[in-house]
């Protein structure tokens, strides 16, 4: 019976405990030391927690376009933001080219940590996220000021 308590203690903090080790953080996935600026058109979004996507096809150097795949922050800090599923589907639709800053990955795959979007007018620029906090997990939302 004085076993009860524990066990189901032990569970708890297993079940709350499987979720902080499977969110990665930043500095393990991406190199802050490769900033990139990628230029091209959304092709698709993807708004989903924990965190979300946009694709972007850019040219690569030798002219080849190439299909990034750039991890967003949580939806809720992106919408904070000033930047809703409305303007993805507006950028998607009207084809509109526009710049991206992110920072690649470790393993070199086209795949980075969205930065900010900047819109072909090159007034408009939407902070994304920048880079997350040093330490523990992503937070999704700017370093702090």
Same mark, same amino acid.
């Given at each position: 019976?004085?076993?009860?308590?524990?066990l189901i203690?032990?569970a708890a903090?297993?079940?709350?405990?499987? &979720?902080?080790?499977? /969110?990665?953080?930043?500095?393990?996935?991406?190199?802050?030391?490769?900033?990139?600026?990628?230029?091209?058109?959304?092709?698709?979004?993807?708004?989903?927690? &924990? /965190?979300?996507?946009?694709?972007?096809?850019?040219?690569?150097? !030798? *002219?080849?376009?190439?299909n990034w795949?750039?991890? $967003?922050?949580?939806?809720?800090?992106? !919408?904070?933001?000033?930047?809703?599923?409305?303007?993805? !589907?507006?950028?998607?639709?009207?084809?509109? !080219?526009?710049?991206?800053?992110?920072?690649?990955?470790?393993?070199?795959?086209? /795949?980075?940590?969205? *930065?900010? $979007?900047?819109?072909?007018? +090159?007034?408009?620029?939407?902070? $994304?996220?920048?880079?997350?906090?040093?330490? *523990? +997990?992503?937070? =999704? =939302? &700017?370093?702090?000021?």
């Open positions: 019976m004085k076993k009860t308590p524990v203690t032990c903090l297993l079940a709350v405990s499987i &979720p902080l080790l499977a /969110h990665h953080s930043f500095q393990a996935e991406y190199d802050q030391s490769k900033p990139l600026t990628l230029v091209g058109k959304l092709t698709k979004v993807v708004i989903e927690n &924990p /965190h979300g996507w946009i694709y972007l096809d850019a040219k690569n150097a !030798q *002219g080849r376009v190439v795949a750039l991890e $967003l922050p949580a939806p809720n800090v992106v !919408q904070r933001n000033g930047f809703d599923r409305n303007i993805y !589907q507006t950028l998607i639709n009207t084809g509109e !080219q526009v710049t991206v800053t992110a920072y690649a990955a470790w393993d070199g795959s086209k /795949h980075a940590w969205a *930065g900010g $979007l900047t819109r072909a007018d +090159g007034q408009t620029v939407i902070t $994304l996220s920048g880079i997350p906090p040093q330490g *523990g +997990g992503r937070r =999704g =939302g &700017p370093p702090p000021q």
